[in-house]
């Protein structure tokens, strides 16, 4: 496999890799779609994603996009929707 702008190859799904959202030199962002954000298929329910924070940090962007009427959502593994601090970078790093 070579690589195509974005990645050499998709994560292995194992516990080093499978969780990750980024991976210097290996690749820039992995993504996937999901229910929630295929448009095609849902146009007037899909969302755009946000990335949320640890329930222990104050934030205010999802009350802020829901009084916006930004259609946003945060769907990560935490019990808030949220990801922790080393997710967040990679997820940050993936989009530059």
């Given at each position: 496999e070579g690589y195509d702008g974005v990645a050499?190859?998709?994560p292995?799904?194992?516990s080093a890799e499978g969780g990750k959202y980024?991976?210097?030199g290996l690749y820039d962002g992995y993504f996937r779609a999901t229910e929630k954000n295929n448009c095609t298929?849902?146009?007037g329910t899909c969302t755009g994603h946000i990335t949320n924070v640890p329930c222990s940090w104050a934030c205010f962007v999802i009350p802020q996009a829901?009084?916006?009427d930004i259609s946003v959502e945060s769907d990560g593994?935490?019990?808030n929707g949220g990801y922790n601090?080393?997710?967040l970078v990679e997820i940050y790093?993936?989009?530059h």
């Open positions: 050499v190859r998709k292995h799904n194992d980024f991976l210097d298929a849902n146009p829901y009084h916006l593994y935490l019990p601090y080393s997710s790093d993936a989009a």
